[in-house]
């Protein structure tokens, strides 16, 4: 039996229950955060509740939580998970019940709800495929909205096209990021990311990688990426809490490189896999 929070409550996941009426169902009314927990320690949680108080702030919902008490919840949610198998939380909060009406009353109390979610093991240490497409989002990428329909269909239309694990996205010329995930390129042996100005979310395994990677002589700029510097770069990596940092060896169907792992992507994804956990809080030492 999986165990959620609930506003205020733990009950079994089939026993969770939502009014029709609350914004996040009738207008996606709401923000969200996945933190990836491995062997039973979260990876950055400070930062990721960071990026959820910035989401709420930018939407105007009050944070409806202390710090402490998010804690809380991921404690006791991971006490109860049956295995110490990889998973993640995924958390919601959405402003709460009210009329269908766009205009929002200020009094509202914010739905919150939590879950773990295994995370499935997949190996992508041989590279996958991608596909290029217009970035058809809104312009505040940096808000980890549940409104998600863009990338739904993105990230739909990747998997039909050769599996492709996700869609990169082109704005005006310049690369963003992925359907569900950050993108770096390498040219030569330079590393390159798009900076966090709003197009792009500020991916925490993103930041981490960044950071990591200018500990170490290869460094990282984090940079304006045109379509076309993309198009050629040697290398393209994906990152996220779920999937880490991924190989791209094909993007629409054409070989990326040597249409193999690349050795600076090898060099990140060993510094990353090595170093991950030095910033996780082991089981039990959330709070006290
Ligand atoms: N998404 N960009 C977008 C649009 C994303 O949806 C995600 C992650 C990222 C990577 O962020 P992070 O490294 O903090 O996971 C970048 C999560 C995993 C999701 O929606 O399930």
Same mark, same amino acid.
């Given at each position: 039996m999986q165990l959620v929070y609930l506003n205020g409550d733990y009950l079994p996941l089939d026993q969770? %229950? &939502?009014? &029709? =009426?609350? %914004?996040g169902f009738t207008f996606g009314d709401g923000v969200y955060e996945v933190i990836p927990v491995f062997g039973g320690s979260i990876l950055c949680p400070d930062e990721h509740l960071r990026r959820l108080y910035n989401s709420l702030s930018a939407v105007a919902i009050r944070n409806p939580l202390k710090h402490?008490?998010? +804690?809380g919840i991921f404690e006791r949610l991971l006490d109860h998970q049956p295995t110490r198998n990889d998973c993640s $939380? +995924? $958390?919601q909060v959405t402003r709460g019940v009210g009329e269908r009406e766009h205009l929002y009353n200020d009094t509202l109390v914010p739905t919150v709800f939590v879950m773990c979610k295994p995370i499935q093991a997949r190996d992508f240490t041989s590279g996958v495929s991608a596909i290029t497409h217009e970035d058809i989002r809104w312009k505040y990428c940096h808000i980890k909205a549940i409104t998600l329909l863009p990338g739904v269909m993105l990230k739909k239309l990747a998997a039909a096209t050769d599996g492709s694990l996700d869609a990169i996205l082109i704005r005006q010329g310049y690369l963003s990021e992925g359907a569900s995930s950050n993108v770096f390129i390498v040219q030569g042996r330079t590393v390159k990311t798009p900076a966090t100005d709003g197009r792009v979310l500020a991916g925490i395994t993103r930041d981490l990688l960044v950071r990591l =990677?200018?500990?170490v002589p290869v460094g990282c700029e984090e940079t304006p990426i045109t379509e076309q510097e993309l198009r050629q770069a040697d290398e393209i990596w994906l990152t996220s809490s779920t999937i880490g940092v991924v190989p791209v060896i094909r993007l629409d169907g054409i070989p990326v490189g040597e249409a193999k792992p690349g050795c600076i992507w090898q060099e990140a994804f060993r510094l990353y896999e090595a170093r991950k956990l030095n910033f996780a809080i082991p089981p039990g030492r959330l709070i006290g």
């Open positions: 969770a %229950r &939502v009014s &029709v =009426l609350d %914004r402490s008490e998010w +804690y $939380i +995924y $958390i =990677l200018q500990e």
